[in-house]
Nanobody
């Protein structure tokens, strides 16, 4: 069994930066896919960034050039670096991991609020 725990959310001013972390506990032999999603109040959850074991990395159009998804295998931790944040990006951000032959897990979510 794998558990995901996010951290790094909070309040940031427009134009600021945050780095979200997602620590995976448990035994992981292979990362099939990792991703970050967000859900704003009253809106559907949307994909922010994703990376598969084959090397394909995708970003939401709104995140391209400002967000970076990465992972430290030694720490079993994935990250989302977010720069030049905008108020409309206020949302609960959740990490997702498919590991060990595509078993899927979700984190509990962390609140990101972009406001002056």
């Amino acid at each position: 069994q794998v558990q995901l725990v996010e951290s790094g959310g909070g309040l940031v001013q427009p134009g600021g930066s945050l780095r979200l972390s997602c620590v995976a506990s448990g035994t992981i032999f292979i990362w099939n896919r990792m991703a970050w999603y967000r859900q704003a109040p009253g809106k559907q959850r949307e994909l922010v960034a994703s990376n598969t074991s084959g090397g394909a990395t995708t970003y939401a159009d709104s995140a391209k050039g400002r967000f970076t998804i990465s992972r430290d295998n030694a720490k079993n931790t994935m990250y989302l670096q977010m720069n030049s944040l905008k108020p409309e990006e206020t949302a609960v951000y959740s990490c997702y991991a498919a590991v060990n032959n595509w078993r899927a897990y979700w984190g509990q979510g962390t609140q990101v609020t972009v406001s002056s």
